[in-house]
């Protein structure tokens, strides 16, 4: 959901329905291998309040926080946006490092589309 951006959800709703026939059974009748459709993430949204956006996977991006930084601010009409990029990424990343007890400074959410398969609970 984005009301403030309706190419977002087309992407995504695109992407869902690339993932949904790749792991069709009847797509490809009679093919001999095993169905197996990778993860969806979705991004977190600028608004996330605005977007139903629920954080479920928080990835460490400590090692690359310079680069995706130095990418950000080339986006000369987003600039109202770059304090804000670093604030979110901070708080993801204490969050981040609460969860998983390892320390990180930087972190990214991300929302699952489907469901993740475990053999146990870890």
């Known amino acids: 959901e984005d009301p403030y951006n ?7 709703r695109f992407a869902q329905e690339a993932r949904i026939i790749a792991q069709a059974m009847g797509h ?4 001999s291998y095993t169905y197996a459709a990778p ?3 979705l991004f ?5 309040e ?6 479920q996977v928080i990835l460490n991006i400590d090692e690359v926080w310079e680069i995706k930084r130095k990418t950000f601010e080339i986006l000369a009409a987003q600039k109202h946006l770059w304090a804000y990029y670093e604030r979110v990424a901070l708080q993801r990343g204490v969050q981040g ?26």
């Open 6 to 12: 309706v190419d977002h959800p087309e992407a995504a």
């Open 28 to 31: 490809k009748p009679g093919a």
């Open 39 to 41: 993860p969806v993430f």
């Open 44 to 48: 977190e949204p600028h608004q996330p």
């Open 50 to 55: 605005m977007c139903n956006f629920k954080p």
């Open 97 to 122: 490092g609460r969860n998983t007890g390892k320390p990180m400074t930087y972190g990214e959410a991300y929302q699952r589309l489907f469901p993740m398969a475990l053999e146990e609970l870890a």
